[in-house]
């Protein structure tokens, strides 16, 4: 069948309507209150293909199509879709869409239904495959001429790019990949969002319910922070609320059209739903878990006093949180939510931090609040059973510290230094996020969850390394059986001093300074030795170097993240510099010839020269006494690969943090623009998967020491594009090499499938 209404189509029928459509079906035939509609069924979208002759020429343009050359496929994508939005949709197809729209149209008592039309993707004997958010939706539309033009975008965009790339990454045969539409009334809402029949992240048996106003658009799009309610599917009990500032709404215009504007001042920070209306929920929330009997995650709708159940599917991410979760856990109230920054439990007595003068609160155990951590504040996190901060994203300094250092860390909450109280009885979640009231009993201490190496170490021929911040932190990452150190920091073991670097300098202390880094480095490399160690060149933004003695008249940058940090920094202070690699020659005089030198934040090979020139001056020859390399981080160093390898280098690293926040105007230690932090973004890939395999074709050596070497979809990538080694965190090491040994052998097997 062409079109099929909802009332006839049931949860088994994915295959002819998707999973949308199927799960639409089954909740109007469960008597479940969903706004009538019909489903173009997937049937359709093949008869269209084929009846048109299109199927072969769209076929064609994605056999030639390399995934792989970010131009090439976005070029694919779009002459793809013109083909399929500019051919004509048969008669006798489209009479099937046109009676539907106006039995729907009279079902609803109008002339012509407002309607939105959904995609609802699915594949022909892959009942696992996922292609949620991939396709696209379109609101308000109205008009059977309309209706026909969106279900043909709906079709279209079966061949976005990200939709080719995902079919290609995960072995999907295009021509095995259908699409079906759903098309629906309407809800003109005036409050929307999402609702959780359990906890997602614990399994927690309650009723997790999101609110705003107007269309649920804002909430599932994230582009509002909404009401959050947590209330008890016993007795309907509200357990927990969280009234948000709702700065922004969907609404309708004049002329029906979805747009985005101000909720008005007096609804801003109005709680959205009612205990009515959370009961109305709670009780749909059981009834729709009775019918599938499993955790739904569903999306709602309230228009004139009425309750409308707009989509229902499992939820996806419980993993092993309900087999896990003991009878003390199951019972904890969520007190705060964030960002899994550094995974583990951390229970302990709440110490919030507002500045400098309070760190010596943190006691061994305690659980460290904050706004954000520095570099300052390493001693006290040390100390610390787990740390909390309102700002912050999963690359910022409280993340990698705590992820090094073992500690389980919650970021980007917003408002944990307000809503934690001083000496309250907490337990951090760093996997999944969230911070609960009380103790969970029986938790094992962070350090428990140690890193282990595997009994029989796997062997690569690509090397897995560690990232390493501080001197402590080495007997860890040598203890992973890494492969040496693709990124050592030296801003935690200059700055920990306490003293500005050019204090050192000014007050004629310059050996002390050498002391501090030779002392540091040295810890490392002896416990890597003879395993390579790159030292990166100091690299603190300004921000950071303010709270130091001597560091009083540093600049008040408005974005430090862009300013006078790195080898910049380093050029117009080049005492500071010189220090350094004065810190590293002695360890070489030492027979610690395992340690290479790489500059930070180089954006024209100029300053490359310039670091060798003032290497030289201490007795340093680059590249012959010492391994010299660079990172690139900002777009800049991609592009110009070629001169700085003609300029001279041994080595590249790959700083994925900084490259993906210069490439995307997305500063990453903000959250509020977290959600747009990608390192798989194509930009970020093209110039990633440039650097590699310019390096390669040049003999120069190539890492990756940022966030994105421990993502292991990322990870097989780089083996694919040729990557020399890949730097993790240390908690990541063991599971990156697992990813890079899948890696190996599937493009040795690749290749000998092809010598068939």
């Not at 029949?197 to 309650?206: A, L, M, Q, R």
């Not at 029906?256 to 959370?278: A, C, F, H, M």
């Not at 003991?326 to 939510?337: A, F, N, Q, R, Y």
Request: include cysteine; proline fraction near 4%; charged fraction near 25%.
């Amino acid at each position: 069948m062409y079109v099929i209404k909802f009332e006839d189509l049931g949860k088994d029928d994915i295959g002819i309507a998707g999973g949308k459509g199927a799960n639409l079906g089954e909740l109007t035939q469960a008597g479940i209150p969903v706004p009538p509609g019909f489903v173009v069924t997937s049937e359709t979208y093949k008869k269209f293909m084929m009846d048109t002759g299109i199927f072969n020429s769209v076929m064609d343009i994605l056999d030639q199509t390399d995934i792989n050359n970010t131009k090439e496929l976005q070029e694919a994508a779009e002459e793809i879709k013109r083909i399929v939005i500019e051919t004509p949709i048969p008669e006798d197809i489209s009479t099937y869409i046109i009676e539907a729209y106006n039995q729907l149209s009279q079902k609803v008592g109008v002339d012509e239904a407002d309607v939105a039309i959904r995609s609802s993707a699915t594949a022909e004997d892959l009942p696992e495959a996922s292609f949620a958010g991939q396709q696209d939706t379109f609101l308000h539309v109205q008009g059977i001429d309309n209706v026909i033009e969106y279900v043909r975008k709906c079709w279209a965009s079966l061949f976005e790019a990200r939709a080719i790339f995902y079919r290609e990454e995960n072995n999907f045969e295009h021509s095995q990949v259908y699409i079906a539409v759903v098309v629906q009334q309407m809800v003109d809402s005036e409050k929307a969002g999402v609702m959780f029949t359990v906890n997602p992240s614990t399994g927690e048996n309650i009723a997790l319910i999101e609110g705003s106003w107007g269309l649920g658009e804002s909430v599932v799009s994230g582009t509002v922070t909404p009401d959050n309610y947590v209330v008890s599917k016993e007795n309907n009990e509200l357990l927990n609320i969280t009234v948000s500032d709702k700065k922004t709404m969907f609404t309708n215009d004049e002329n029906g059209t979805s747009i985005q504007v101000d909720v008005p001042e007096d609804k801003r920070n109005e709680r959205v739903l009612s205990d009515e209306e959370l009961e109305k929920l709670v009780e749909m929330a059981k009834r729709v878990e009775g019918h599938y009997g499993k955790p739904q995650d569903t999306e709602w709708a309230f228009h004139g006093g009425n309750l409308f159940l707009l989509q229902s599917r499992p939820i996806t991410t419980l993993g092993d949180a309900e087999e896990k979760a003991s009878e003390e856990d199951v019972d904890l109230e969520v007190l705060i939510k964030g960002l899994g920054a550094s995974p583990g439990l951390a229970s302990g007595t709440v110490k919030v931090i507002l500045s400098l003068d309070e760190l010596d609160k943190v006691q061994e155990g305690d659980v460290m609040v904050t706004t954000m951590t520095t570099p300052d504040m390493v001693p006290a996190m040390k100390r610390a059973n787990g740390i909390v901060t309102d700002e912050g994203g999963v690359t910022c300094h409280a993340a990698i510290i705590s992820r090094e250092l073992g500690i389980p860390c919650v970021v980007g909450t917003g408002d944990a230094t307000t809503t934690l109280k001083e000496n309250d009885k907490v337990t951090a979640d760093g996997k999944k996020g969230l911070v609960y009231k009380g103790i969970i009993k029986g938790e094992e201490p962070a350090e428990a969850a140690a890193v282990q190496v595997s009994a029989t170490p796997l062997i690569t021929v690509t090397e897995v390394k560690a990232n390493v911040s501080m001197a402590e932190a080495a007997p860890k990452a040598a203890a992973t059986g890494a492969d040496g150190v693709g990124l050592l920091r030296t801003e935690h073991m200059m700055l920990s001093t306490g003293v500005h670097p050019r204090k050192f300098i000014l007050d004629g202390e310059e050996d002390k300074l050498v002391d501090v880094i030779a002392e540091g480095v040295l810890k490392v490399a002896d416990e890597f030795y003879p395993k390579p160690v790159w030292y990166r060149t100091l690299d603190a933004p300004t921000d950071e170097f303010i709270t130091l003695e001597g560091g009083e008249d540093e600049p008040r940058e408005h974005n430090p993240m862009l300013g006078w940090r790195g080898i910049r920094r380093e050029l117009d202070e080049p005492e500071i510099l010189k220090a350094e690699f004065k810190a590293i020659k002695k360890l070489h005089d030492k027979g610690y010839t395992n340690i290479g030198i790489m500059i930070p934040l180089s954006q024209h090979p100029s300053e490359l020269r310039r670091a060798k020139e003032i290497c030289r001056e201490v007795g340093l020859e680059p590249q012959v006494d010492v391994e010299f390399g660079m990172m690139v981080e900002i777009p800049a160093a991609a592009i110009l690969i070629d001169e700085y390898i003609a300029e001279g280098i041994d080595f590249v690293s790959l700083g994925t943090n900084d490259l993906t926040q210069y490439t995307l105007a997305v500063d990453r230690n903000n959250e509020f623009v977290a959600k747009h932090y990608r390192e798989e973004h194509p930009a970020v890939m093209a110039l990633i998967e440039r650097t590699i395999k310019h390096c390669a074709a040049a003999g120069v050596t190539c890492s990756i020491c940022g966030q994105a070497g421990s993502v292991p979809h990322i990870v097989e990538k780089l083996v694919k594009f040729g990557i020399t080694s890949v730097s993790s965190n240390t908690d990541a090491v063991e599971e990156v090499r697992k990813t890079v040994a899948r890696a190996e052998k599937k493009i040795m097997l690749d290749a000998a499938r092809k010598q068939l």
